[in-house]
Nanobody
Framework: QVQLVESGGGLVQAGGSLRLSCVAS????????MAWFRQAPGKEREFVTA????????YISNSVKGRFTISRDNAKNTVYLQILSLKPEDTAVYYC???????????????WGQGTQVTVSS
């Protein structure tokens, strides 16, 4: 019932920046916690960051703290991930997810986007 579509990925040199977007088609976007996960080649999917429905609370993995910022615009049914100072180890497919709880656990999220590839070259 909720469709999520990510965009904004691409090939960027180390030190560059990207802004990922995730647009939701559901009618109750503001009730969902939104999160970003990523999965690098050969690795498990990992939690990156999340934001509560109202935007009042944000959560971020220690591995990306200081470089990644999550935000949302409920009027546009969109959540963003601003990534600064990209590193080669940030290379991954980045997934947008929606759930009813603030959580770093993937299974708490009910809806997922198709992912957008971020590739960082050195």
């Amino acid at each position: 019932q909720v469709q999520l579509v990510e965009s904004g990925g691409g090939l960027v040199q180390a030190g560059g920046s990207l802004r990922l977007s995730c647009v939701a088609s559901g009618r109750t976007f503001s009730t969902y916690t939104m999160a970003w996960f990523r999965q690098a080649p050969g690795k498990e999917r990992e939690f990156v960051t999340a934001i509560s429905g109202s935007g009042a609370k944000t959560y971020i993995s220690n591995s990306v703290k200081g470089r990644f910022t999550i935000s949302r615009d409920n009027a546009k049914n969109t959540v963003y991930l601003q990534i600064l100072s990209l590193k080669p180890e940030d290379t991954a497919v980045y997934y947008c997810a929606a759930g009813l709880r603030d959580s770093p656990i993937a299974t708490f999220y009910d809806y997922w986007g198709q992912g957008t590839q971020v590739t960082v070259s050195s």
